[in-house]
């Protein structure tokens, strides 16, 4: 269980930027996997249940594809509370949309996402999309290049609070990035693609925790 005092620290952490709600992460100890997306939606930070939007939907196909269900893995994201910007549709009121987390957004909840690696001691970790594929690896490549295909590494923490430096972790971890769901909503054709990630997911899940 995450304190209550940390996730104060990093709600306070997140005040200044124009973000809202807060989404916890989902899931057991020692999962098989924990998936780690992007921010939560307006879908999300209503409801309080992870990938429960549009991208949800996909998400879930992901995992019933894979043969679990949302109790056995544990889904988090990179910002727990959602960023958003003001647009007006033509003709309507002003609303709220989402957007991509910056980077001082994504420091300022850095602390939830390594106590939950920490706490709960996945044996893979799947960063979905490239913002989650950035906080934890501190790269980013075209996803082309790196989805599908699995790593043992070291991770980043983010080190000192104030200056919002990361460090690499000593430990090393199983990591095998994927596209991120919402991705086929804008290209459909990445589905066969993200199909073969899973199978490779599958084979890897097998592995780990049949030993
Ligand atoms: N994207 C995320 O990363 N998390 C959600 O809960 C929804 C969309």
Not at 192 to 207: A, F, S, V, W
Request: hydrophobic content about 30%; overall charge positive.
């Amino acid at each position: 269980m995450l304190s209550e005092q940390l996730i104060q620290q990093c709600q306070k952490r997140i005040e200044p930027y124009p973000c809202e709600g807060f989404v916890y992460g989902k899931g057991p100890q020692n999962p098989s996997v924990m998936f780690v997306g992007e921010a939560p939606g307006e879908t999300e930070i209503n409801n309080g249940i992870p990938f429960s939007g549009r991208a949800g939907q996909y998400f879930n196909q992901y995992i019933e594809y894979l043969g679990l269900s949302r109790n056995d893995i544990y889904i988090t994201s990179a910002v727990r509370s959602r960023p958003y910007k003001w647009g007006t549709p033509r003709g309507k009121e002003p609303r709220k949309y989402n957007r991509t987390p910056n980077q001082k957004e994504i420091a300022a909840h850095a602390p939830i996402l390594d106590a939950e690696i920490e706490l709960t001691r996945p044996s893979i970790i799947v960063p979905m999309g490239r913002i989650a594929y950035w906080r934890l690896l501190g790269k980013s490549p075209r996803m082309e290049k790196v989805t599908g295909i699995p790593v043992e590494t070291s991770i980043r923490y983010l080190d000192d609070w104030e200056s919002n430096a990361y460090r690499f972790s000593s430990k090393t971890y199983t990591i095998l990035p994927i596209y991120h769901p919402a991705a086929v909503l804008y290209r459909r054709s990445l589905e066969t693609d993200i199909y073969k990630h899973l199978d490779e997911l599958k084979k890897i899940i097998n592995r780990l925790t049949s030993k």
